[in-house]
Structure formats: C-alpha cells, structure tokens
C-alpha cells in the first residue's frame, strides 16, 4: 500500500495501489486508515479550501467530503449496474424483518445516505458522475427532474441526445420528454440539426437540470 505523486503542468496524480486518480488543483493532505472494503482513503484539499476524501472502493475512487468519512466508513459499500443505463452507483445493504417476521433487503445508494432524501424525492449527481458524491455535486429533486439530467442512451445510434432515425420519414428525429410526456420537435436531414433543436427544448423545459450530451 502506497502513495505516490507527479506533478505535471499543474495536475496531482495519486498513484493508489496502481490505480491512477487525477486531483486537478488540489492538494494531497494525509494518508488516512484503510478503508473498510477498499485500498486506502485519502484527504485531499481543493483550492477553495474544502476538504474531501477519494476512497477506493472494489476498485473505483469515489469522492466524498471529509464530513461525511466518519458516518461512510461505518458500512461496507458495493458496487450496483443500474438495470435502465450503464450508470454504475455506490450501495450498501440494509437487512431488516418486516410484519410477518420475513426477513427482507433493502438497498441505500450512497448519494442518498449522504443527503437523506425524503421518501419519493431523488438525489441528483450534477455532473452526471455518480462516484462524485461531494454535497456540492448532489441536489434533492424530483424523479422527473433527475432523468432530465441522464447521459445519452447506450442504444441511441445518432450519438446525441434525443436524436433517433425515423425509418417512415427516413430522417432524423428530435424529441424530448417532459414531466413524462413526449414532446415532438421535428424531423431533420442531418442529426447535428435534430441535436440543436433538441438542446434549444432541454433549455427551456428542463432549466438547470438539462443535459445536452
């Protein structure tokens, strides 16, 4: 166990235990315990001065604030696909009995723990980075406004977002969803051209929540 640093053209990278982490503009503070089913944790400094910790956990870096090390620590987290995308989350498991005296399971997401979200509300990862679970990188929202902040499809083949070939037209087509309702924009000759109507939409429906890639 190690921990290693190169400074170039302004970039920090840790070497943990081999794996390579970039801390841009920030500062590697301490080497802190192993964390409990991972490599090693690491208290780093951003340059606005607020303290996080990258700890490594089945082989990924995940970023929480030094706050939140104490009450994170206290549970063995695990890695879970989402079964709608690709989109990789940091969960933990929670057994308890329920009324007829069956044992059941439930599952918490990290990004949930740490903002304590009420029941029907989700927790959003503003930068589409779900290992990034810094608070000033999650929002409470609705369900609604948390897929308006998803990445593209992996199935999509125009390769942007709320694009797709229409086979009848055999042209592009642009559409967005809100408040679960399908919007039509039109359909276009190039997929570029779909893809700006479809951002030009996302600004107005989705507001600070819109994605565009």
């Known amino acids: 166990?190690?921990?290693?640093?190169?400074?170039t053209h302004s970039l920090f990278y840790a070497i943990l235990k081999g794996h390579s982490t970039i801390l841009d503009r920030r500062k590697i503070d301490r080497l802190t315990q192993p964390f409990?089913?991972?490599v090693l944790c690491v208290l780093c400094?951003?340059?606005d001065l607020f303290y996080f910790m990258v700890i490594?956990?089945?082989?990924?870096?995940?970023?929480?604030?030094?706050?939140?090390y104490e009450r994170v620590r206290k549970y063995k987290w695990h890695i879970q696909k989402s079964n709608k995308s690709?989109?990789?989350?940091?969960?933990?498991?929670?057994?308890?009995?329920?009324?007829?005296?069956?044992?059941?399971?439930k599952i918490i997401r990290l990004h949930?723990?740490?903002?304590?979200?009420?029941k029907g509300m989700d927790t959003d990862h503003i930068n589409g980075n779900a290992f990034?679970?810094?608070?000033?990188?999650?929002?409470?929202?609705?369900?609604a406004e948390n897929t308006r902040n998803q990445k593209i499809r992996n199935d999509n083949i125009s390769g942007y977002k709320g694009v797709s070939w229409h086979k009848?037209?055999?042209k592009w087509r642009a559409q967005i969803r809100n408040n679960y309702k399908r919007i039509h924009l039109g359909y276009f000759s190039t997929p570029e051209l779909a893809h700006k109507a479809y951002c030009e939409a996302a600004s107005k429906y989705h507001g600070e929540f819109a994605r565009f890639e």
């Open 1 to 7: 166990m190690y921990l290693r640093f190169l400074l």
């Open 36 to 38: 409990p089913g991972g």
């Open 45 to 47: 400094k951003s340059i």
């Open 56 to 68: 490594n956990i089945k082989g990924y870096d995940v970023l929480i604030d030094d706050e939140d």
């Open 86 to 105: 690709n989109t990789l989350y940091i969960i933990r498991q929670e057994h308890y009995y329920k009324e007829n005296g069956k044992r059941s399971c």
């Open 112 to 118: 949930n723990f740490l903002m304590g979200s009420a």
């Open 132 to 143: 990034d679970n810094r608070k000033c990188n999650l929002r409470i929202c609705t369900h």
């Open 168 to 170: 009848q037209h055999k």
